[in-house]
T-cell receptor, first 115, second 115 residues
Framework: AQSVTQLDSQVPVFEEAPVELRCNYS??????LFWYVQYPNQGLQLLLKYLSGSTLVKGINGFEAEFNKSQTSFHLRKPSVHISDTAEYFC?????????????FGTGTLLAVQP | KAGVTQTPRYLIKTRGQQVTLSCSPI?????VSWYQQTPGQGLQFLFE???????NKGNFPGRFSGRQFSNSRSEMNVSTLELGDSALYLC??????????????FGPGTRLTVL
């Protein structure tokens, strides 16, 4: 079975400051890793994903994440945030070759960008 | 290309009633997954359909069911509604391969309120 932990339920940050949203996962099998963003009253949008290869993954809106296998982490970063980045961010995993697209999500981190 | 559409967007029902939610995937997508999102439990996988067959099922009671039609549109049904079924129900579609690396595109969700 797989599980995802997002330790920070809320991260307040000032505009133009850097931010890191933490994600740790647990799995006995190989997984793919994803970050999704959810704006108020909307569905989820894929920010980025790690499938294989380079452990540093770049996504949309200036976000990037680094896969660390030894620490089973996939932290999301942005060097300079904007007010428009205020949203809830979800880390998720899915099993490699598991004949399913089932996503297992963390509990989410609310990024609150203040002017 | 049109995105994933879900109807209705909002729904109010009373305990004991049943409800049917609809999801139209992106054209060409053959996999549809459903998720329940609540403040207490977060995002939880309900089931996944691929080519009209249920490919995976989450840990929900039998009151939750779904189906997929030949045009890949999917419906989910909840019978004998309980207060705890109040949630945002999200549908996601993907091309549907079995390796788990398919990008899933989410609809805006159906907000179900049970009174």
């Amino acid at each position: 079975a797989q599980s995802v932990t997002q330790l920070d339920s809320q991260v307040p940050v000032f505009e133009e400051a850097p931010v890191e949203l933490r994600c740790n996962y647990s799995s006995s099998v190989s997984v793919y890793l994803f970050w999704y963003v959810q704006y108020p009253n909307q569905g989820l949008q894929l920010l980025l994903k790690y499938l294989s290869g380079s452990t540093l993954v770049k996504g949309i809106n200036g976000f990037e994440a680094e896969f660390n296998k030894s620490q089973t982490s996939f932290h999301l970063r942005k060097p300079s945030v904007h007010i428009s980045d205020t949203a809830e961010y979800f880390c998720a995993v899915t099993r490699r070759g598991g004949a399913t697209n089932k996503l297992i999500f963390g509990t989410g981190t609310l990024l609150a960008v203040q002017p | 290309k049109a995105g994933v559409t879900q109807t209705p967007r909002y729904l109010i029902k009373t305990r004991g009633q049943q409800v049917t939610l609809s999801c139209s995937p992106i054209s060409g997508h053959r996999s549809v997954s459903w998720y329940q999102q609540t403040p207490g439990q977060g995002l939880q996988f309900l089931f996944e359909y691929f080519s009209e067959t249920q490919r995976n099922k989450g840990n929900f009671p039998g009151r939750f069911s779904g189906r997929q039609f030949s045009n890949s549109r999917s419906e989910m049904n909840v019978s004998t509604l309980e207060l705890g079924d109040s949630a945002l129900y999200l549908c996601a579609s993907s091309l549907g391969g079995t390796s788990g690396d398919n990008e899933q595109f989410f609809g805006p969700g159906t907000r179900l309120t049970v009174l």
